[in-house]
């Protein structure tokens, strides 16, 4: 199975550079990484640049222009020249634990996506992490010690178990449960739906939008809680209010039942 990592990113090359050494870590190595650029200033690139040559499977930047926040539009663009039969999707300020992809890989399965989790690490704890020449995820002792230093938010999630199996498909039409920096799904399951909705611009949304065309398109989630932790550094939210233009075109989709969108990976009049 080739898989394809894509690395979502904007005018943060301090994060990146800490998800990318995470990234070389991994255990296997055997994937092809894009970096989904959306706008991002030459220091940015200047950084990508420096790594290129430890991703012996392919690495690729792409960039577009910034217009505001355009994650749908990014991620479409990266998801144009992925290689892979399968699709692993990451925010460029998340550290991937070592067994990340080898688990992703393990809990592929047709007919499935599979959302992954995260640890939040505090403000504090972000500063210190981004400060250090390197940094490693953390064993999962010290994040027990962590938690207790109120550090990150919780610890349970560092424990590798990827051999849950049923309790893995508990709530497959649960759309809620997919968290942006961290999921992945077959290409040609990405590709019917007409990946990401581009008509989602600004903060919010336009993953939960997927969610719900995938399982409207029949293709139901799968847990990877106990395998696939990433560990998420700080940066304010932005309001995600259940309000807005973005919201009613989500509650429209959940309304209608509708898997495809006409402004996606492939334009459409339809």
């Known amino acids: 199975m080739k ?9 943060r090359p301090d994060a990146v550079e800490k998800s990318l050494q995470s990234l070389m870590k991994q255990n296997d190595k055997d994937f092809e990484l894009l970096v989904a650029d959306d706008g991002s200033t030459a220091e940015t690139r200047e950084l990508l640049n420096s790594y290129r040559s430890f991703f012996k499977f392919g ?11 355009r994650l749908s539009a990014s991620r479409n663009n990266a998801l144009r020249q992925a290689r892979g039969d399968y699709i692993v999707f990451l925010d460029g300020d ?8 080898a688990n992703h890989r393990k809990l592929a399965e047709p ?10 690490a505090s403000p504090s704890f972000t500063k210190q992490i981004l400060a250090a020449n390197d940094f490693s995820f953390p064993s999962l002792g010290t994040l027990f010690r962590l938690k207790r230093n109120k ?16 309790l ?36 919010g949304f336009e993953d939960s939008d997927f969610t719900v065309r995938m ?16 560990l998420h550094l700080y940066h304010p939210e932005g309001n995600k209010a259940k309000e807005g233009p973005s919201w009613e075109k989500l509650s429209y989709r959940l309304k209608h039942k509708e898997s495809f969108c006409a402004n996606g990976l492939i334009k459409s009049d339809c």
Not at 3 to 11: D, E, F, K, V, W
Not at 111 to 120: D, E, M, W
Not at 217 to 228: D, H, P, V
């Open 94 to 101: 998340c550290l991937a634990n070592p067994e990340f992809i």
């Open 3 to 11: 898989l394809s990592l894509i690395l979502s990113t904007y005018n």
């Open 215 to 230: 399982i409207n398109n029949k293709i139901y989630r799968k847990s990877g809680n106990f395998a696939t932790a990433v």
């Open 151 to 166: 550090e990150i938010n919780k610890a349970i999630s560092g424990i590798n178990f990827p051999r849950l199996d049923f």
């Open 168 to 203: 893995r498909k508990l709530y497959p039409q649960k759309w809620q449960r997919l968290r942006g920096c961290n999921f992945a799904a077959w290409r040609k399951d990405i590709f019917a739906v007409n990946g990401f909705d581009e008509d989602f611009v600004g903060w």
């Open 111 to 120: 007919g499935f996506f599979v959302t992954g989790n995260r640890i939040l």
């Open 59 to 69: 690495f690729k930047h792409i960039w577009q222009e910034d217009l505001g926040f």
